[in-house]
């Protein structure tokens, strides 16, 4: 059994790593403002068939009394006539008809307040959605930045340091060769500058002997 629970643990584990893989926080929002919305029209349709409901019991009961005022009069205008009879059938269904009223009266008031219960509940998921837009605002906008650091990490990651100092090292070495051919060809010029400059002090003998020459005739 060991190994059984073993490999359950490392497949959960490899699936809930899967799915945080490709959860996107912002799809997931979207996905809670879609849900709410459709709670929202659910409510708004209970809520519509309460007011409804509580509509046509109030007219009921705007019915009934209209009948326990008519059976109230019939059964006056039969004892003023002396119809026992009439006026005891008239006010037993007074009767009958003022239970079924408090009856309706009762089921009325108990609507009202399950309609003022939906009311209050559909308020508080209206409130709950509109906290969830605007904090869906501030969270795209949250997720958007860690996703761009997110990307400039990765790509700073890539960088290869070892691969870097080794271009900066060969740098350095064709630098390194270009001041050793310049010194190079340095000491290959310098020796014929000074012969050059040797040979432009270099006085001939043809010269010596004219400017000797020149000497006497002025002494």
Known sequence: MGIF?????????????????IED??????EYSREMEQEIV????????????EKKQAILISQLKTLVDKRT????????HGEEAIAKLAVQEKLTQEKQLHLYQEQLEALKGQTKILVEKL?????????????????????????SMKQIQKATVSFHTDDIARGVARA?????????????GNQFTAP???IDAAYDSYVSEEELSKELEKLKNQI
Not at 25 to 30: D, F, K
Not at 73 to 80: D, F, M
């Open 5 to 21: 629970k073993r490999l359950k643990t490392i497949t959960m584990a490899e699936l809930n790593g899967l799915l945080d893989g």
């Open 25 to 30: 926080p912002i799809a997931m929002l979207n």
């Open 42 to 53: 659910k409510g708004q349709k209970a809520l519509a068939r309460q007011i409804f409901v």
């Open 73 to 80: 009069r019939q059964a006056k205008l039969a004892i003023e």
């Open 123 to 147: 308020d508080e998921l209206k409130e709950t959605y509109n906290q969830l837009q605007h904090k869906k605002v501030l969270l795209a906008s949250r997720a958007n930045v860690a996703q």
């Open 172 to 184: 350095e070495d064709r630098i390194l060769m270009m001041e050793a051919e310049v010194q190079a």
């Open 192 to 194: 014929l500058a000074q």
